[in-house]
Each structure stands twice: as structure tokens, then as C-alpha cells.
């Protein structure tokens, strides 16, 4: 089960749990009115995994790579870990599992209060386009994700504000129906 909180306020080093007090967990429930889709799988056969394959047709993620995010294998460690703790939304869908290591997506509620989303092995996560996210690595510095896509990938990221884009916008629209 995926492990998800409401944060706390502290300006301290982002790889920290920043659990809020006292302590307001969040369900899978509420991660998917946001539009945030979450599976389990067994990262020690991703590359032979029935199960993936299937989410894979289902969503057409035809695109994939493996991204390791560490500062021994990343290259521009400091300058990419920044930006990934941006906040910022993309045009498309963000499609994340987790084969190995750990990391945090922190993404905003319908009120706009940060959602920390523990991430380990095995977990595979949807961001949808327009949701306003960022990425940290926790206390153990590693991560080892695919990356998934619809086609092509486009990895650009758009800081917050971008509030005039369509995926907004449409994501906007969406979590006023759900929220
Ligand atoms: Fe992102």
C-alpha cells in the first residue's frame, strides 16, 4: 500500500519526512481524485512482468527508460535535483516506477496543500498533465525508475505559475468534478 501524508511547513533539507503534526495520512482514494494513479508490482521481474505489460497496453506507456538518480550516476547532480524539486507541471502525464531506492513526489490537493508521496520498490505512479508536482530523494540518495510515455517523450517542465496551459486548465476542470 502506498504510503502518502499531508507535510508540515519546515524549510528543512527536503529529503526529510516533514511528516505534518499530528499526523494526516492520505489514501488511495484521495490520491485518485487528484488524478494520481498508483500500482504495486515486483520490480525483480519488471522485465518480464505480465502485469506491467498489461498497464503498459492498457495506457499505452509505449516509451520507456531507466533513469538512476544518484550523484555518482547523474549527470549535473546538484543542478537536476533542484529541478526536479521545482514545483511544476508538464503537458503530459509523469509515469514513474520505482525498481529500486527510493524518493518522495510531493503534489498539491484540491486546496493547494502539499501531498508527500513515499515511493520504494515496486511502486509505479501517474502523474497526470497539468498537476502541479515536484521530486526529491529521500534520506537514502538513490532511486532507480523507469520512465514511461504516451510516444515520444517530452520531458519539459513548467514552473509554477502556469496556469494558461490547457492541460491546467483541463486539470483544473477535472478535479472540480472530483475534489
Ligand atoms: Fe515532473
Redesign the pocket.
Known amino acids: 500500500m502506498v504510503q502518502a501524508w499531508y507535510m508540515d511547513d519546515s524549510t528543512e533539507d527536503p529529503r526529510l519526512p516533514h511528516r505534518a503534526e499530528p499526523a494526516r495520512p492520505v489514501g488511495l482514494e484521495q490520491l485518485r481524485r487528484l488524478g494520481v494513479l498508483y500500482w504495486k508490482l515486483d520490480a525483480d521481474r519488471y522485465e518480464d512482468d505480465p502485469e506491467l505489460e498489461k498497464i503498459r497496453r492498457e495506457r499505452n506507456y509505449s516509451w520507456m527508460d531507466i533513469i538512476t538518480i544518484c550523484r555518482e550516476k547523474l549527470p549535473d547532480y546538484e543542478e537536476k535535483i533542484k529541478m ?1 524539486y521545482e514545483e ?3 503537458l503530459d502525464d ?1 509515469i514513474r516506477y520505482v525498481l529500486d531506492g527510493s524518493g518522495y513526489f510531493d503534489v498539491r490537493d484540491e486546496e493547494d496543500r502539499w501531498i508527500r508521496i513515499a515511493m520504494e520498490k515496486g511502486d509505479m505512479i501517474t ?1 497526470p498533465a497539468g498537476i502541479y ?3 526529491t530523494l529521500d534520506e537514502q540518495n538513490y532511486v532507480k525508475a523507469m520512465r514511461l510515455f504516451v510516444g515520444d517523450p517530452v520531458w519539459t ?1 513548467y514552473n509554477r505559475p502556469a496556469d494558461h496551459f490547457p492541460a491546467r486548465e483541463q486539470y483544473v476542470a477535472l478535479l472540480a468534478q472530483t475534489a
Open positions: 526536479f511544476h507541471l508538464h509523469e502523474l508536482h515536484r521530486f517542465a
